[in-house]
């Protein structure tokens, strides 16, 4: 399990980490509401591994970030202009799609 931010600030329209091994993430309010790890977006697995459900493919262009909060140790809640507000983003899941961010 990654190791929680030393710092987590809302700069603008940026979401920015400050990582324990040196590292920075800059993630913007579209792109994370885009990977919102919620059921409601991602849609839900079945038994037998059928999604259904899930909302992708919408235009969150101008969505903003109004707020979010630390969840425990292991992650953050955000919630967006548009109303979203029900994915959970763990440490584990921001780390690897910063990564996608900075292709």
Do not use: C
């Given at each position: ?10 700069v603008g329209e940026t979401l920015a980490l400050a990582w324990p ?53 292991y992650a953050l809640r955000i919630q967006f202009s548009d109303g ?20």
């Open positions: 399990m990654q190791a929680g931010p030393t710092k987590v600030e809302l091994d040196g590292e920075e993430s800059y993630l913007e309010a579209p792109f994370l509401r885009e990977r919102s790890p919620s059921a409601e977006q991602q849609g839900e697995t079945d038994l037998f591994g059928s999604i259904s459900g899930g909302s992708s493919g919408g235009d969150y262009s101008s969505v903003r970030i109004r707020r979010f909060e630390i969840v425990g140790n979203h507000s029900t994915g959970i983003y763990s440490w584990d899941y921001i780390r690897r799609i910063a990564g996608e961010s900075d292709a």
